[in-house]
């Protein structure tokens, strides 16, 4: 298109441009408020901060569309053209509903039923149809988990179908820890317990423990003792990672063998 063409279009709809441009400046304004708005409801309420996080961000996302829908219809007005018979026709009804608005409609009400069920806060570490991470942003449409590797994954939320909370409930680290047979299972366990009783106190996330329960397990070549530890919720994986070695040190400083693998060769007499 020559310049001279456009030119003299935005000369002819100088005011349509006008108004444009404003919408999308109010559109980008209103936005900005918004999200500064509820940010700071947010952080005046630190005693529920997780919940209300995940309330504001499911309204923005609501309120976004609202305008998104307000402002695509104020742009029809601006530049003339009526929506409304094309609202009305039946055919244009089933065309959208063809092109995914069950989908959508499904995802939406999903987002507000996972929010209003509060099946997971932002913030919680979640299992999502297999994929496990932080939840950072519910929206009506979608939800957003990103994992300890930084992977981001989008679901709709019509598509999720199971959901696993690890941020409800205090949780449990399990630690399992093999001896030599020969060694004495009472003694070692009296060792454990009285090393490992002020391990809490470098560790304030410990709720409970740690508990040394005793033999799980007698196979050929060991003995497999069992530890649990009880932390606030999804806060076991660092404690599991220091309590093996703690208690890796104790077996070291007092002398108790870890069983390995042996290799025993015959040699056969071959002498007449």
Same mark, same amino acid.
């Given at each position: 298109?020559?310049?001279?063409?456009?030119?003299?279009?935005?000369?002819?709809? #100088?005011?349509?441009?006008?108004?444009?441009?404003?919408?999308?400046? &109010?559109?980008?304004?209103?936005? %900005?408020? &918004?999200?500064?708005?509820?940010?700071?409801?947010?952080?005046?309420?630190?005693?529920? %901060?997780?919940? !209300?996080?995940?309330?504001?961000?499911?309204?923005?996302?609501?309120?976004?569309?609202?305008?998104?829908?307000?402002? @695509?219809?104020?742009? #029809?007005?601006?530049?003339?053209?009526?929506?409304?018979?094309?609202?009305?026709?039946?055919?244009?009804?089933?065309?959208?509903?063809? *092109?995914?608005?069950?989908?959508?409609?499904?995802?939406?009400?999903?987002? @507000?039923?996972?929010?209003?069920?509060?099946?997971?806060?932002?913030?919680? &570490?979640?299992?999502?149809?297999?994929?496990?991470?932080?939840?950072?942003? !519910?929206? &009506?449409?979608?939800?957003?988990?990103?994992?300890?590797?930084?992977?981001?994954?989008?679901?709709?939320?019509? /598509?999720?179908?199971?959901?696993?909370?690890?941020?409800?409930?205090?949780?449990?680290?399990?630690?399992?820890?093999?001896?030599?047979?020969?060694?004495?299972?009472?003694?070692?366990?009296?060792? #454990?317990?009285?090393?490992?009783?002020?391990?809490?106190?470098?560790?304030?996330?410990?709720?409970?423990?740690?508990?040394?329960?005793?033999?799980?397990? *007698?196979?050929?070549?060991? @003995?497999?003792?069992?530890?649990?530890?009880?932390?606030?919720?999804?806060?076991?994986?660092?404690?599991?990672?220091? #309590?093996?070695?703690?208690?890796?040190?104790?077996?070291?400083?007092?002398?108790?063998?870890?069983?390995?693998? /042996?290799?025993?060769?015959?040699?056969?007499?071959?002498?007449?």
């Amino acid at each position: 298109m020559p310049f001279s063409d456009i030119k003299d279009f935005f000369i002819e709809n #100088l005011t349509r441009v006008i108004y444009t441009a404003v919408v999308i400046g &109010l559109v980008i304004i209103f936005l %900005i408020v &918004l999200k500064v708005v509820m940010g700071n409801i947010v952080k005046r309420n630190k005693k529920n %901060i997780k919940r !209300i996080a995940t309330i504001s961000k499911l309204v923005q996302s609501m309120i976004r569309y609202i305008v998104y829908i307000i402002a @695509i219809i104020s742009f #029809l007005g601006i530049w003339g053209i009526n929506i409304m018979p094309l609202v009305a026709g039946a055919g244009i009804a089933g065309l959208i509903i063809g *092109l995914g608005a069950q989908d959508l409609i499904k995802d939406f009400l999903g987002g @507000i039923n996972i929010v209003f069920e509060n099946f997971f806060d932002v913030g919680d &570490l979640v299992e999502i149809n297999g994929f496990t991470g932080n939840v950072t942003e !519910i929206g &009506l449409k979608t939800t957003r988990l990103l994992n300890w590797k930084g992977e981001l994954k989008i679901f709709a939320n019509g /598509q999720i179908n199971t959901v696993l909370n690890y941020s409800r409930f205090p949780s449990v680290g399990v630690v399992e820890v093999e001896i030599a047979l020969k060694e004495n299972v009472e003694e070692v366990i009296k060792i #454990l317990r009285e090393a490992l009783e002020s391990f809490h106190e470098n560790y304030p996330e410990i709720i409970e423990g740690p508990n040394v329960l005793g033999v799980t397990k *007698l196979e050929n070549n060991g @003995i497999t003792l069992r530890v649990t530890v009880k932390t606030e919720p999804a806060q076991h994986y660092a404690v599991e990672r220091a #309590l093996r070695k703690r208690i890796k040190e104790i077996l070291d400083i007092n002398g108790i063998e870890i069983p390995h693998n /042996q290799v025993v060769i015959h040699n056969a007499d071959n002498s007449n």
